[in-house]
């Protein structure tokens, strides 16, 4: 697409100052004409309505689950909570055990995040710093598995760990989630922008290497880490196959297994205590997003973009 | 009078350092010795391991039991040969989750790449608030599949949800979203209709509901890294809006769309909690897709070589039609760097 600069006039960049923030775009001119105009506020419309089709669903459950159970299937549909039967989330934990719901899903999804982000931060500085044979095809390999669907591993993992008897533990989704190639392949990227030189200068200075990991690169890459965290405490939060596989006491049951149960038990004569649950689960999602969502951002662009 | 270059020696009494010690021109390191060399094995061992054994190994095993004769809740992994692939190659149910989980894909992506488009563009020339509407299209990222399809199958269901909020407006033929069961148009093929299932139309909104905001955010990254001085050049030539975005901004963004294609495109070949949760298989399986099949054949039918068969062909699948898009993703990056 070649544009004849050559008879370009002067590149706006020459006039106004360059002010490339990371968040928003550079300046620009802006001729305002009445198309200019129209254009500005029809995109600022566009863009308002898009927003409230975005929230409308999660709207209608709050609304919804504010509701007398016995209506809410039949009224219409309300963006505005007109009863306010706050009882409802009261009832969540006496019709089911929702306490440990989410008791569970919080010990399973804190416990894997850590040992997430201490395998991820060594296999990606061995993968990023170190040299050793073979070292590009291990990564390939590793990163390749990626891809691989659960369906295909999840029946040897359930037989093994029956075996060893963690069938129906918060263990058996715990330990066989430390190991992690999105993990690994970020904090490889992290490490990979610091400087080889940092290394050298400690060991002059006569550390090994276990410091040079642990006191030189991982302070510097803790960025990198919380951006593991982030994205690893989302996905595991919110996870329900291995749960569904490999838990049958409902007093195991991380959450989002516990909703399943929860619809299918108050489904169809009352969605709006199911509703209520859903909210319940909403809201440390949404609060882990606001605090983190520069992380979750940038995970998503270096897992997207690069690499 | 020449000049000679000789090299210093080191003054008497100068104690040389590590530094000087190395040979000049290698890099200087400090050579790793014993547990310090066995290192980086030590950091990777764990995860690699675990790795090595536990999936690739375990794909291995899977592999082995599609063609084995454990077909009842008693192992047997005695050899029987591919009649489970056979047998699957004629199964309707099979069929049909292939044919939807494919169709799936293709308006899913569509869905997300388009509508994460849109949004990316209208976000470009908003710089208002920018933040605020790009944490406002991502949130449903964050939600569990779980929570969308509960929410959505109670959104879409024929008798309540939206169809309420259309009977009020006035629409005479309320949409039976998930509960249809037919299939447009209707190319038979073999034992199955090649074509889209309407139900599967619903799922379709609800995924794509939660995953636009991921395209649009890489979308958006796209955007603004296209300068406003090619832009403005291209004004000055005489080109319109519409043609900036048509000729010079859409193929800049080629590699994001590849990115997409890639990343959404392996999560929905892979769906399982969104229709388990919120359709199930489906009347005549018009939502049905392997992972789910692969499921209730292993867990609930206890059919452990069907299920495993299933799974293998889901793998081959996401493989098959993932390689290409990488393919080109590399490409397409090392077009770039030149």
């Known amino acids: ?307 | 009078m020449s000049v000679e270059v000789t090299p210093q020696l080191p003054v008497e009494g100068h104690k040389e350092s590590a530094l000087e010690r190395a040979p000049v021109g290698r890099k200087r390191r400090h050579t790793p010795k014993g547990v310090e060399r066995a290192m980086p094995l030590l950091l990777l061992l764990p995860s690699v391991i675990a790795i090595g054994v536990f999936v690739y190994g375990f794909i291995a095993w899977t592999g082995w039991v599609s063609v084995s004769n454990w077909t009842t809740f008693v192992q047997d992994m005695s050899y029987r040969g591919f009649t489970e692939y056979t047998r699957l190659l004629s199964d309707f149910r099979f069929l049909s989750g292939l044919r939807n989980v494919i169709v799936f894909t293709i308006l899913f992506v569509g869905m997300c790449a388009l509508v994460g488009l849109l949004l990316a563009i209208l976000l470009d020339r908003q710089p208002w608030g920018q933040p605020i509407w790009r944490n406002l299209f991502l949130f449903p990222l964050a939600i569990s599949f779980v929570v969308t399809g509960v929410v959505w199958q109670w959104l879409l269901n024929p008798s309540a949800g939206v169809n309420i909020l259309l009977d009020q407006l006035g629409v005479e033929n309320l949409p039976m979203w998930y509960v249809s069961t037919e299939i447009i148009p209707g190319w038979q093929w073999g034992q199955i209709e090649v074509a889209i299932p309407v139900a599967l139309v619903a799922v379709v909104l609800a995924a794509g509901w939660q995953m636009s905001g991921f395209a649009m955010a890489i979308y958006l990254a796209g955007l603004q890294g296209v300068s406003e001085d090619l832009r403005e050049a291209a004004r000055v030539d005489g080109a319109t809006e519409l043609d900036i975005y048509r000729r010079v901004i859409l193929p800049l963004l080629r590699p994001m769309t590849i990115t997409i294609v890639i990343v959404l495109g392996h999560i929905s070949l892979k769906t399982f909690d969104l229709i388990f949760v919120m359709t199930g298989s489906g009347t005549g399986y018009v939502t049905d897709v392997p992972a789910v099949y692969m499921y209730e054949a292993t867990f609930r039918a206890n059919q452990f070589a069907r299920g495993a068969a299933i799974s293998v062909v889901l793998l081959i699948l996401v493989v098959a039609l993932m390689a290409p898009a990488v393919w080109a993703r590399n490409k397409t990056e090392e077009g770039a760097r030149e």
């Open chain 1, 1 to 307: 697409m070649a544009v004849d600069a050559l008879t370009s006039r002067p590149a706006s960049s020459d006039v106004t100052p360059d002010a490339g923030l990371p968040d928003s775009p550079p300046p620009r001119e802006r001729r305002r004409g009445p198309r200019q105009l129209l254009s500005h506020y029809g995109s600022l419309a566009l863009l308002l309505f898009a927003a409230a089709v975005m929230l409308a669903p999660l709207l209608w459950a709050v609304s919804t689950s504010l509701r007398v159970p016995a209506e809410s299937f039949t009224l219409p549909p309300q963006w505005l909570p007109t009863d306010f039967v706050w009882e409802n989330y009261l009832a969540v934990f006496e019709v089911s055990q929702f306490a440990r719901y989410l008791t569970n899903n919080i010990i399973v999804t804190v416990a894997i995040v850590l040992g997430q982000m201490a395998t991820a931060s060594l296999a990606g500085y061995a993968f990023a710093k170190l040299e050793f044979p073979g070292r590009k095809l291990l990564f390939g390999l590793v990163l390749a598995t990626i891809m691989v669907p659960i369906q295909v591993t999840i029946v040897p993992v359930f037989i093994l760990i029956t075996q060893i008897g963690w069938a129906d533990t918060l263990l058996s989704l715990i330990v066989p989630a430390w190991p992690t190639a999105f993990g690994t392949f970020l904090m490889r990227q992290y490490f990979k922008t610091v400087p080889d030189e940092l290394a050298e200068a400690a060991s002059i200075d006569g550390a090994g290497q276990w410091q040079i990991f642990y006191r030189v690169y991982l302070p510097l890459a803790k960025p990198g880490l919380a951006v593991v965290a982030i994205l690893a405490f989302n996905y595991h939060w919110n996870e329900f196959f291995r749960p569904l596989v490999f838990l049958s006491s409902p007093e195991n049951f991380t959450l989002p297994l516990g909703l399943v149960n929860l619809q299918g038990y108050m489904g169809t004569g009352s969605i709006s205590i199911v509703l209520a649950g859903i909210v319940i689960s909403l809201i440390p999602v949404l609060v882990i997003f606001i605090i983190a969502q520069r992380f979750v951002i940038e995970g998503l662009m270096r897992g997207g973009l690069k690499g």
